[in-house]
């Protein structure tokens, strides 16, 4: 029930609203995540189970050349560049740095949108000590990496909550999924059916 902005809410009340309306929106961005993985699988499969069939003399050849399998490993592309990651806060920093170091113009904005997502602490700053008010100098330094030229990203994070970051990112630097960046989340075995 959504109560007119006129109305007055007990304390308690307006806490236990605005946890669960957090909790539903951190919920739904993680179905988005979930939901978009899913659409990029059956895009693939798709594409395989929709392709026209080849001619008989290219299948006749095809049929005679090596079919090879191989692996893309967990990682992204960037503008058209592999980068292999072993974890998804490699992933992350790593693509924050090349934003920073490709997108200097963006780096504001970038952090300007990250900097809305967190309640009690930022996600990328100048200094290590901004990124973790009221925490030690050792903490946050177990805590963040330097990501690019003085630029320290916290590394404490969820792999869903990395998920949303990258989105953030994405859209304050102005890239898009799919077309500017690729991520693989985890290993994808290919069939290259050339051969090649």
Not at 93 to 98: G, K, P, V, Y
Not at 132 to 142: L, N, T, V
Not at 167 to 177: K, P, W
Request: charged residues 30%; contains cysteine; aromatic residues 6%.
């Amino acid at each position: 029930m959504i109560t007119p902005m006129g109305a007055s809410l007990s304390t308690d009340n307006l806490l236990s609203r605005y946890e669960l309306t957090r909790q539903l929106v951190t919920l739904h961005e993680q179905t988005l995540v979930v939901l978009r993985c899913q659409l990029e699988e059956d895009e693939a499969r798709l594409d395989l189970a929709t392709r026209p069939p080849a001619s008989p003399i290219a299948t006749a050849v095809l049929a005679d050349a090596p079919r090879t399998r191989r692996v893309l490993p967990k990682g992204f592309d960037y503008r058209g560049r592999r980068y292999r990651c072993s974890t998804d806060i490699e992933i992350y920093l790593r693509l924050l740095a090349l934003v920073i170091d490709d997108l200097p113009e963006r780096v504001a904005y970038v952090v300007e949108a990250l900097s809305r997502i967190g309640h009690t602490r930022t996600y990328l700053a100048k200094n290590r000590a901004d990124l973790f008010m009221g925490r030690s100098a050792e903490w946050a330094a177990r805590h963040s990496a330097e990501v690019a030229r003085g630029w320290y990203a916290d590394k404490n994070l969820s792999s869903a909550f990395i998920r949303r970051l990258i989105g953030v990112v994405l859209d304050a630097a102005n890239l898009a999924l799919d077309r500017d960046v690729a991520i693989r989340w985890s290993q994808r075995a290919m069939i290259d059916e050339t051969g090649e």
